[in-house]
């Protein structure tokens, strides 16, 4: 049997964002909990979706002690915010950062017996749905909004935990590219390739079937086609990564994800490595690692990536393409092409032995072992 779970309803495309009050007034919401982190505040793109619940007469209280890897602090200051704010329901307004916290914040609420943070990661057997969450994302890759997942950083043990709860989906996902376009090149680029590893991940996963499958190379095609136009800031390549990375969104949430994952998380724990730039240098050594488990799926993930005559390819040679076409567009988008700058190299036991613990390990279409991803570490030195 398989399960599939997605938001009650979406909103897509420019202007999407006046929709909240609708929703919100609709559902008799009556306060809003706005989470929010402090530079989307600072430039103004908070305030995109605060002037819509102004002049719908929607009350709100904010909260932005978010960092860009939340912790279990900003949860639990997060946790007792809500409680004195007489909010009701909460619209995240972010990243992947602000969208997780709210998660977890919203689980916790109606969930008190799970107050302690550390008690959600993995497949926590809450029995309420959280508090009421209206996502509206701000960049094209976490696909948060519509996803079961979310990761808070364990500041104190240096490593991420990996949540997957059915009760967290917002209910409300509001998906408007206007309120991607003032992303930094930087991180479009990072976020973009985080999406496009949803999308390849998801599609080669063990829990993969014929739903997710769609789901993912229709992602892999939007993203290949419009991530260089979003680094270029063009209306098209913004709308064309909003959708790409909500549709692999719908995906990898059911099926789940690999070990690019898994070894980009220790990253984001110990160096603060944005998460999009991990999964990118991370995924085309550990698509070369799990082309033997693949079957012909590459040849599919090298035709979507717009790669011609697959169809006339040997198995090593649309496997090679669809590795070369990801290497590619990485490159297009200025991703660097190794750990060197990054990883210490006394780190890597730690790094191993925390990526094979993470949650998403256990998906990866090929079985590993602490020593094998040792090995994938050093590769990337």
Same mark, same amino acid.
């Given at each position: 049997?398989?399960?599939?779970?997605?938001?009650?309803?979406?909103? /897509?495309? &420019?202007?999407?964002?006046? %929709?909240?009050?609708? =929703?919100?007034?609709?559902?008799?919401?009556?306060?809003?909990?706005?989470?929010? !982190?402090?530079?989307?505040? #600072?430039?103004?793109?908070?305030?995109?979706?605060?002037?819509?619940?102004?002049?719908?007469?929607?009350?709100?209280?904010?909260?932005?002690?978010?960092?860009?890897?939340?912790?279990?602090? $900003?949860?639990?200051?997060? *946790?007792? %915010?809500? #409680?004195?704010?007489?909010?009701?329901?909460?619209?995240?307004?972010?990243?992947?950062?602000?969208? !997780?916290?709210?998660?977890?914040?919203?689980?916790?609420? #109606?969930?008190?017996?799970?107050?302690?943070?550390? %008690?959600? =990661?993995?497949?926590?057997?809450?029995?309420?749905?959280?508090?009421?969450?209206?996502?509206?994302?701000?960049?094209? @890759?976490? +696909?948060?909004?519509?996803?079961?997942?979310? *990761?808070?950083?364990?500041?104190?043990?240096?490593? #991420?935990?990996?949540? *997957?709860?059915?009760? !967290?989906?917002?209910?409300? &996902?509001?998906?408007?590219?206007?309120?991607?376009?003032?992303?930094?090149?930087?991180?479009?680029?990072?976020?973009?390739?985080?999406?496009?590893?949803?999308?390849?991940?998801?599609?080669?996963?063990?829990?993969?079937? =014929?739903?997710?499958?769609?789901? /993912?190379?229709?992602?892999?095609?939007?993203?290949?086609?419009?991530?260089?136009?979003?680094?270029?800031?063009?209306?098209?390549?913004?709308?064309?990564?909003?959708?790409?990375?909500?549709?692999?969104?719908?995906?990898?949430? $059911?099926? @789940?994800?690999?070990?690019? /994952?898994?070894? +980009?998380?220790?990253? @984001?724990?110990?160096?603060?490595?944005?998460?999009?730039?991990?999964?990118?240098?991370?995924?085309?050594?550990?698509?070369?690692?799990? &082309?033997?488990?693949?079957?012909?799926?590459?040849?599919?993930?090298?035709?979507?990536?717009?790669?011609?005559?697959?169809? $006339?390819?040997?198995?090593?040679?649309?496997?090679?393409?669809?590795?070369?076409?990801?290497?590619?567009? %990485?490159?297009?988008?200025?991703?660097?092409?190794?750990?060197? =700058?990054?990883?210490?190299?006394?780190?890597?036991?730690?790094? +191993?032995?925390?990526?094979? !613990?993470?949650?998403?390990?256990?998906? $990866?279409?090929?079985?590993?072992?602490?020593?094998?991803?040792?090995?994938?570490?050093?590769?990337?030195?």
């Amino acid at each position: 049997m398989n399960r599939f779970v997605l938001n009650e309803t979406s909103y /897509h495309g &420019a202007g999407a964002i006046k %929709s909240i009050a609708d =929703e919100a007034k609709g559902r008799g919401f009556k306060k809003a909990f706005v989470c929010s !982190d402090p530079d989307l505040i #600072k430039f103004g793109v908070t305030k995109k979706v605060l002037d819509v619940l102004d002049e719908a007469g929607l009350a709100y209280e904010v909260y932005s002690n978010i960092k860009p890897n939340p912790t279990i602090e $900003n949860v639990q200051t997060g *946790v007792e %915010s809500f #409680k004195k704010s007489g909010a009701d329901y909460i619209v995240a307004i972010g990243g992947g950062s602000s969208m !997780d916290t709210a998660k977890a914040i919203g689980i916790i609420i #109606k969930n008190p017996e799970f107050a302690d943070v550390r %008690s959600l =990661e993995g497949v926590a057997p809450t029995k309420n749905p959280a508090v009421p969450i209206i996502a509206v994302p701000t960049t094209a @890759g976490t +696909a948060a909004e519509v996803t079961i997942n979310y *990761v808070i950083t364990d500041s104190e043990k240096n490593r #991420k935990m990996v949540c *997957v709860d059915v009760h !967290d989906i917002p209910v409300v &996902a509001v998906v408007d590219p206007d309120m991607m376009s003032s992303m930094p090149k930087g991180l479009t680029a990072a976020t973009g390739m985080d999406a496009l590893t949803h999308a390849i991940e998801g599609y080669i996963t063990k829990g993969a079937w =014929e739903l997710s499958d769609m789901f /993912h190379l229709k992602a892999i095609e939007i993203i290949s086609k419009n991530l260089r136009g979003a680094v270029d800031n063009t209306p098209e390549g913004r709308e064309g990564m909003a959708l790409g990375q909500y549709v692999a969104g719908m995906g990898f949430s $059911n099926v @789940g994800l690999g070990i690019v /994952h898994s070894m +980009a998380h220790p990253l @984001g724990a110990l160096y603060d490595t944005p998460h999009g730039v991990a999964n990118a240098i991370i995924l085309p050594t550990v698509m070369e690692y799990n &082309a033997p488990a693949t079957g012909d799926k590459y040849k599919y993930i090298a035709k979507a990536m717009g790669v011609e005559g697959t169809e $006339n390819m040997s198995v090593e040679e649309y496997r090679k393409a669809a590795i070369d076409a990801v290497k590619k567009l %990485s490159q297009d988008v200025g991703i660097p092409a190794d750990l060197k =700058e990054i990883v210490k190299p006394e780190d890597i036991p730690f790094l +191993a032995q925390s990526a094979y !613990d993470d949650a998403c390990r256990p998906g $990866n279409p090929r079985d590993t072992s602490v020593e094998e991803i040792t090995e994938l570490y050093k590769s990337l030195m």
